[in-house]
């Protein structure tokens, strides 16, 4: 069984987090459980392939919900990566399964405490699309917005990665 994470990410801190989400998963996981693939949500398959038990869906938190073409402009004139899509794009594109596990996360600022959360956001909408089962995961903080990513939540992003091996482990209820 295969851990598919997708993620999207402008300034760089959100690829980090999924990255060591993915290390996490790794540690935890027995060789035979499975492998874990990281996907750009530029490259993201539409359609998600019969041998991923576990989708994870990443994004940073933008304008209180995921990003926007308008908000990842205004991230490109500070200097961060354009992209094609972001994960609201994806979402829309992508054949649901409504079986499927899918937990997501997000990243967002910590100086100011903004309502709102890509990952509760990206929840609502891949269940709104047909993914019945995706639920919110975590919120990883950064320190402004090119980061970096705040002090620790890249070991709790560790840390969480290993608790949804053990999760993937126990055949992902
Ligand atoms: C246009 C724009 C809007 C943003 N809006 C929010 C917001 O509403 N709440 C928040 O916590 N962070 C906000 N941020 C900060 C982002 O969450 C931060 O840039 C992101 O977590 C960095 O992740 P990345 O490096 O993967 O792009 C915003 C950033 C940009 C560029």
């Known amino acids: 069984m295969k851990v598919l994470i997708v993620h999207e990410s402008l300034f760089g801190n959100t690829r980090q987090v999924a990255e060591t989400i993915a290390e996490g998963l790794r540690q935890g996981l027995a060789p035979e459980l499975g492998e874990v693939a990281l996907v750009d949500v530029d490259q993201a398959p539409t359609s998600i392939g019969d041998d991923v038990g576990l989708l994870l869906v990443g994004g940073p938190t933008h304008a209180f919900s995921m990003t926007r073409p308008q908000t990842r402009q205004e991230a490109a004139a500070k200097g961060a990566a354009s992209s094609r899509q972001g994960l609201r794009e994806w979402i829309w ?7 499927l596990p899918v937990v997501t996360f997000d990243t967002r600022v910590h100086v100011r405490m903004l309502p709102g959360s890509a990952a509760a956001a990206a929840a609502k909408a891949l269940r709104h699309r047909g993914f019945d089962r995706a639920e919110r995961g975590e919120t990883f903080w950064v320190r402004d917005t090119a980061g970096p990513v ?3 939540e890249l070991e709790r992003a560790l840390r969480w990665g290993a608790e949804l091996a053990t999760r993937v482990a126990h055949g992902v209820s």
Do not use: C, H
């Open 93 to 99: 594109a992508v054949t649901p399964r409504e079986s």
């Open 150 to 152: 705040v002090e620790g």
